[in-house]
């Protein structure tokens, strides 16, 4: 019988050497563990959660001896920056180990000593050695005499070393991992390991000459003139960051940690470090008796902008000042959104800011901020009981407890990406379901008020359940949603799957933007016509449907930027409902026009969108007088590229339609809140 209740989850990430400080890839993957971290809690599990540094390699006494500094000092500095991390990017990791701590060292010693006596020897050894890796590569590894990871010469190391005997693990460790007892997530991964072990496994070297290691590093047991590989030592991290020693691994109590947490459910580890893990590992593990990890979830590599991230190409992506501009949830949503948890994945600006204002800007901001407003504006401060039920609440209901399964499947895979656009779906069903049921309708007769009760009901119980779902990825807005909607902030989904849990009365907050829109600088040179300007010519002149189409002969094409009218097709052609969601059209409402000097055509008008004011130029002169707009209820496409037009910053467009002298502005036929999305 054990003293905890609870399941428990322990999970690690790789700890990265400190010769640099943390670039946007352990970035990556820490914020991929602590999604899986979340997750397990949020599913009311005990969860450990394990990351830190690797700083007995070589590879930092390189760097200390470039910077002229020691190697001790040098870890402490780039040490604490990898812990900085933790508030940078929100991350909830119970222990940072450091492997120059007392406590790892004599855990790497007792490991090394529990090892069969049998399996750990002498040899002369000659072998081409990538310090980057800190690897000891064959011929046939390499690429072009390089190494394959580097693509740097390997160094020619000849002494006599301490070996441990893997090829005695080679038929023990096919049968683990093909049986899945050792579980290799994705499975090309698993793959990847099988082939390797069937090609044959050899004895490798588990230390160094002192004299090699400049000094630096743990000593073999019994023998002064050896260090441990840096593997040997990063590896059994795993097992020291739960208290394997028993002997001062502060705060925590050795024995019982150690006793409560292992074996280690997953390690989260980058594709280039799997024959550490897959293989090296669980054999020095078996050798010293010690259970089995249960599972390697392992990523692909980030891109900068098509790139490899590297020093030399001066992509290297910081992931503090990317999270000071833009937030900690932007950045994880981002990382866990957009890049493919099982293949190489990209960063760029240009997608970060689309995906922040298509996803949570416009979908997940607008649903908070429409929801509360509403709310406020029909009931006051507090939810409203339930009247009468229909079928747009069956179904966004029906949609809801779909995605639960679908986030479940998804992170029992580490498919984040997959979870994420789950949980979309239930955030756009909800913004459909306004449009469904048209509140503001309801709102016009008393009779109709308990059904508008309803409504309102079910979309802060949407918003309730989206913030637990969305809890592991971006948990400040899961924190911001439920302190809006006055539910606990306790992300435990025990208890909380079924429907109906926010309680009639709740108090609800003052509507604040969740997430404020990111307006792109404007280019330099984009006032030339591209491919969006002459799409939103389309929706211009024609209806504002699911397919353009239009023979209209004159069209006043883009009125609102400038008064050329582009080349657009007599006929336009057909747009997919991908292209057109594409555009973000926002009720507005014009505050002010004003003549724009030097151009005779334009006004640069001034609009209130709701969350924020606009101002852009539009061509509607020769047709209003600045009285005529005034106050003017208009659709405005709010995520045109910004140009400066004559020195002033154009931030969208309004759409009009109209031939000859006639021009009318686009406009909704009831009072729907400005910043409200057409859709
Ligand atoms: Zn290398």
């Not at 693509?151 to 080679?170: D, G, H, I, K």
């Not at 292992?262 to 799997?274: A, E, N, T």
């Not at 509403?374 to 966004?396: I, W």
Request: glycine share 8%; hydrophobic share 35%.
């Amino acid at each position: 019988m054990t003293h905890h209740a609870k399941e428990k989850f322990y999970l690690t990430t790789a700890i990265p050497f400190v010769n640099a400080a943390p670039h946007i890839g352990f970035g990556l993957e820490i914020v991929q563990a602590d999604a899986v971290a979340r997750y397990n809690r949020l599913m009311g599990k005990d969860v450990f959660f394990l990351t830190g540094t690797d700083e007995n390699s070589l590879k930092n006494v390189q760097a200390a001896e470039r910077e002229g500094t020691t190697p001790a000092l040098l870890c402490d500095r780039n040490s604490s920056k990898f812990q900085e991390l933790r508030s940078a990017l929100n991350l909830s990791n119970d222990r940072f180990i450091r492997t120059t701590h007392p406590a790892h060292v004599s855990g790497c010693q007792k490991l090394w000593r529990m090892c069969r006596p049998e399996d750990i020897y002498r040899k002369e050894y000659r072998g081409l050695y990538c310090v980057g890796c800190e690897t000891f590569y064959t011929e046939k590894d390499l690429v072009d005499g390089l190494c394959p990871e580097h693509r740097t010469p390997p160094e020619v190391v000849e002494e006599e070393n301490y070996f441990f005997r893997l090829s005695a693990y080679q038929e023990r460790l096919e049968e683990l991992i093909e049986s899945d007892t050792i579980k290799i997530v994705p499975k090309v991964r698993k793959n990847e390991v099988l082939s390797f072990i069937r090609m044959g496994l050899e004895d490798f070297s588990i230390s160094r000459s002192v004299r090699r290691a400049k000094n630096w590093g743990i000593p073999v047991p019994d023998d002064d003139s050896q260090v441990m590989y840096v593997w040997f030592d990063a590896l059994t991290n795993y097992l020291t960051g739960i208290g394997f020693t028993g002997d001062g691994c502060e705060p925590f109590d050795g024995e019982a940690l150690e006793q409560r947490y292992w074996p280690c459910d997953l390690h989260i580890i980058g594709k280039g470090i799997i024959r550490f893990h897959a293989i090296y590992w669980p054999a020095m593990l078996l050798s010293a008796g010690i259970s089995l990890p249960k599972s390697i979830f392992v990523h692909g590599y980030l891109t900068v902008n098509g790139e490899k991230i590297s020093k030399s190409l001066g992509n290297v992506i910081d992931p503090f000042s990317l999270s000071e501009k833009y937030g900690r949830d932007p950045v994880r949503y981002y990382l866990l959104r957009m890049i493919p948890p099982y293949a190489d994945g990209d960063f760029s600006t240009e997608v970060f800011e689309k995906t922040y204002n298509s996803d949570l800007a416009n979908d997940l901001g607008n649903l908070l901020n429409r929801t509360l407003a509403m709310v406020k504006q029909n009931f006051g401060d507090n939810l409203p009981k339930p009247g009468p039920a229909d079928e747009n609440d069956t179904e966004l209901i029906g949609i809801y407890h779909r995605v639960v399964e679908e986030v479940f499947e998804a992170m029992e895979e580490y498919r984040f990406n997959l979870a994420l656009e789950s949980i979309w779906t239930l955030v756009r069903a909800g913004n459909k379901y306004i449009d469904l049921t048209e509140p503001w309708k309801l709102a016009k007769s008393p009779e109709l008020k308990p059904r508008l009760a309803t409504v309102m009901y079910n979309l802060c119980e949407t918003l309730g359940k989206v913030a637990l779902l969305i809890s592991p990825y971006i948990p400040d807005s899961a924190i911001a949603i439920r302190k809006a909607l006055g539910m606990s902030t306790e992300m435990v989904f025990t208890g909380e799957r079924e429907w109906g849990k926010i309680d009639a009365g709740s108090p609800l907050a003052r509507p604040e933007p969740l997430f404020p829109r990111i307006d792109a600088p404007a280019k330099k040179g984009s006032s030339a016509p591209g491919e969006k300007k002459s799409k939103a010519a389309r929706v211009n002149s024609g209806s504002v449907g699911e397919s353009v189409q239009s023979s209209k002969k004159d069209r006043k094409a883009e009125v609102s930027q400038n008064s050329a009218v582009p080349e657009v097709p007599v006929i336009a052609e057909h747009a997919t409902i991908d292209e057109f969601i594409k555009l973000d059209l926002t009720v507005g409402q014009i505050v002010e026009a004003q003549p724009m000097e030097g151009a005779d055509k334009l006004y640069l008008v001034t609009v209130d969108m709701g969350t924020e004011t606009r101002v852009l130029a539009s061509g509607l002169r020769p047709y209003f007088t600045a009285d005529e707009l005034q106050g003017r209820k208009v659709i405005v496409v709010a995520n045109l590229k910004p140009r400066k037009i004559r020195g002033h910053l154009s931030q969208g467009m309004i759409l009009a339609s109209g031939e000859g002298e006639q021009l009318a502005l686009l406009s909704v036929d009831s009072a729907i809140p400005n910043g409200t999305r057409v859709s």
